[in-house]
C-alpha cells in the first residue's frame, strides 16, 4: 500500500480532544492512545488500505492455451484470407497456434468475473482488463489462465497535469500555390525509385495496411479520388471505438497525411511512392490521449491486416510516455521485447509483413531515441533526412537499447510533398519518411519473386543505402536506393540484359549496346513523362532539352532502366 501522508488528525468527540497521529508510529504508540481512538484509526487504516487496494492498472492476461485450434488447422479459411495463407506459402511460413483463434470461452469466463473486455490479441492469446492487485491475484488463479502480465512500468506514478503533445513535429504548412510535379518528385527520386516506376513497378498488386489515427478527407477528397475510383481502399475499421468510423472529420488528419505520401495522386501535380497499391486504412491511435491500450488497438489492427493478407504495415506512431507515468518506459526499455507493441510487430514480420515504423521525432529532446516498436530488430526503422540529404535535427537517434542500429535507414520528412484532401502540401516528420520509404517497399515487393525472404530484402536495404558499411545513430545505414537494391536481388531479367548506354552525356544521338536485339526504347523526362519511344538501338536526342532522362530500354531477354544526360 503506497501512503502519500505522514499524519493524520482525528477528534475524539467523547473527549472533545483532537489527537495528531503519526502513521508509521501508530503500531508502536497504539497503547497510549485511547482505545475509542485506536478502533476509529484502525477503521480508517483499514479503508485507506482498501482505497489503496483498489487502484486499477491495465494488465494482459495470457492464456495457457487453444482448445479449438484443430478445427483452425483443419479449415485455415475459417480465420486466414487465401492471400493471407498465399504470401505463407510463397515465404514457406508455417501456420501456428497464433493464427487460431482465440478461446472464446475463456474470454466469457473473464467476463463473467465482472471484468469489462474490449481488447484482445490471438498472437499474444490473451485479453486486456483493468484490474486492481486482488484481481490479478484472482485473475491468475484461473485454471485456463497461464500468467497476468501488468503495462504498469513505474508503479510510483500517476495522472499527468498537462496533456502530452502528440505529433509536435508535424508541421502542416497550408497549401502551396507554386506546387508542380517536379517538386513532389525529388522526395521519390531521392531514393531512386522513379526507376522502379518506370521499369513499371508501381504498387501494383500489393496491399498496404496504413496503421494510424484515422483518415479524414480520404472519402470525398480529389487527391484520394483516384483510389477510389479504382477500388484500391479495400477496407478499414477503427480499433479505437470498434467502429466503421474511420473517415469522421473529428479524427486527427495524421494519418491522412501519412497515406497521401504513398497513395495521393493529382494529375501533373503530384504521385506518391506507391500510387497503384491497394490499401487497409485502420486507426489505432487515440489523437486526444495517450493510453497503453493504444498498443493494444495496433496489435488488433496488425492481426486483422494479416488476415487480409496485406504485404507491408506502415505506421508513423511510437511509444514512450504516457497521460499516466505509471506505464512510461525508459531507453532500458527500447530493446525490442519490452512493450507489448513491439512483441506484437515482431509477429507481424514472423508472418511475412514488410513492417515499417517511424523512429520518432525526439531528436532535439532529453530523450532523443527510437521510440517502441521502432526499436524491434525484426522491423525496419525509418529515420528522417532533408531535401538535401543531411539528417532532419529531430529524427530520433539509435541504437536501440541492447546495441541493434536504428534506425535501419532513411527517406525524406522534412518538408515532404504530400496531399489532403484536394490540394499538394508539405509537412515534416519521421512520420512522413516512413511512408515515403513504405511505398517503395511495396514497388520492391511487387519486382521481386515472391519466394525472396523479407529478411534477405531488409538486409540488400541495408547494404544498398548511401552510407553503407557504416552508418549514424539518426541516419542508420543512411538514404534507401530502391532500384539499386532491384537490380542486386538476383532478379532474372536484371541479370540477362547487359546493356551500355554512350556517349552518356550526350548532344545529337545515343547508341544503345547490348548483347540481345533492342526491341524498344522509352525516354522520359524529370516529371516521369513519356516523351518519345523509338525500336532502334541509335536514337536521336537532338530535339531533346538539356537535363537528366531515364530511358526503359525492352530487349529479347528482358527490360532494364538507364539513367542519361542530355548536354
Known sequence: ??????????????????????????????????????????????????????????????????????????????????????????????????DAPIEQ?????????????????????????????????????????????????????????????????????????????????????????????????????????????GFPSVDTGNAFKRLRDNGQIKGGYNFINKSNDIYNTSLNTHGSICLGTIGGFLNNQFVGTAPDADFYLYASEDAANEIPEEQLYWIEAAEEADRKGVDVISTSLGYTTFDDSRYDYTYEDMNGTTSFIARGAQIATQKGIFVTFAAGNEGNNEWHYVS???????????????????????????????????????????????????????????????????????????????????????????????????????????????YNTYQTLGVADVNKTQVTVYPNPAKDFIYIDSQKSVKSVEIFDTLGRLIKTENSDKINVSQLSKGNYLLKIKTDSGEIVEKMIKQ
Open 372 to 482: 517502441t516498436p521502432a526499436d524491434n530488430s525484426k522491423v525496419f526503422t525509418i529515420g528522417s533526412v532533408t531535401a538535401l540529404g543531411k539528417s532532419s535535427s529531430f529524427s530520433s537517434f539509435g541504437p536501440n537499447s541492447v546495441g541493434v542500429i536504428k534506425p535501419d535507414a532513411s527517406a525524406r520528412g522534412s518538408e515532404t510533398y504530400t496531399v489532403f484532401g484536394s490540394q499538394v502540401t508539405q509537412a515534416s516528420g519521421t512520420s512522413l519518411a516512413n511512408p515515403v520509404a513504405a511505398g517503395g517497399v511495396a514497388c520492391l515487393l511487387q519486382s521481386l519473386p515472391k519466394t525472396i525472404s523479407r529478411e534477405e530484402i531488409k538486409n540488400r536495404l541495408r547494404q544498398n543505402a548511401s552510407l553503407y558499411p557504416n552508418y549514424t545513430a539518426q541516419m542508420g545505414y543512411g538514404i534507401l536506393n530502391f
Open 105 to 213: 470461452s475463456y474470454i466469457q469466463n473473464i467476463k463473467n468475473l465482472g471484468f469489462i473486455v474490449t481488447d484482445y490479441s490471438k498472437w499474444l492469446n490473451g485479453v486486456a482488463v483493468n484490474a486492481t492487485t486482488a484481481q490479478i491475484v484472482q485473475l491468475s488463479q484461473q485454471n485456463y489462465v497461464d500468467h497476468v502480465e501488468s503495462f504498469v512500468r513505474n508503479p510510483n506514478g500517476g495522472k499527468r497535469k498537462d496533456k502530452i503533445e502528440k505529433f509536435k513535429e508535424y508541421d502542416n504548412k497550408g497549401i502551396l500555390t507554386n506546387y508542380n510535379y517536379g517538386n513532389g518528385l525529388a522526395q521519390i527520386d531521392q531514393i531512386n525509385l522513379r526507376a522502379l516506376h518506370v521499369a513499371g513497378y508501381t504498387g501494383t498488386g500489393m496491399t498496404i495496411a496504413v496503421i494510424d489515427t
Open 1 to 98: 500500500m503506497l501512503i502519500s501522508f505522514h499524519f493524520i488528525f482525528i477528534y475524539d468527540s467523547y473527549k472533545r480532544k483532537v489527537y495528531f497521529v503519526n502513521l508509521h508510529l501508530f503500531i508502536s504508540l497504539k497503547n497510549q492512545i485511547p482505545r475509542n481512538v485506536r478502533k476509529i484509526f484502525t477503521i480508517l487504516l483499514v479503508g485507506l488500505s482498501l482505497a489503496a487496494n483498489a487502484q486499477t492498472e491495465l494488465v494482459f492476461v495470457f492464456f495457457k492455451d487453444k482448445p479449438n485450434k484443430t478445427a483452425f488447422y483443419s479449415n485455415p479459411l475459417s480465420e486466414l484470407t487465401q492471400k493471407s495463407l498465399d504470401r505463407r506459402t510463397n515465404l514457406g511460413i508455417a501456420l501456428t497456434d497464433q
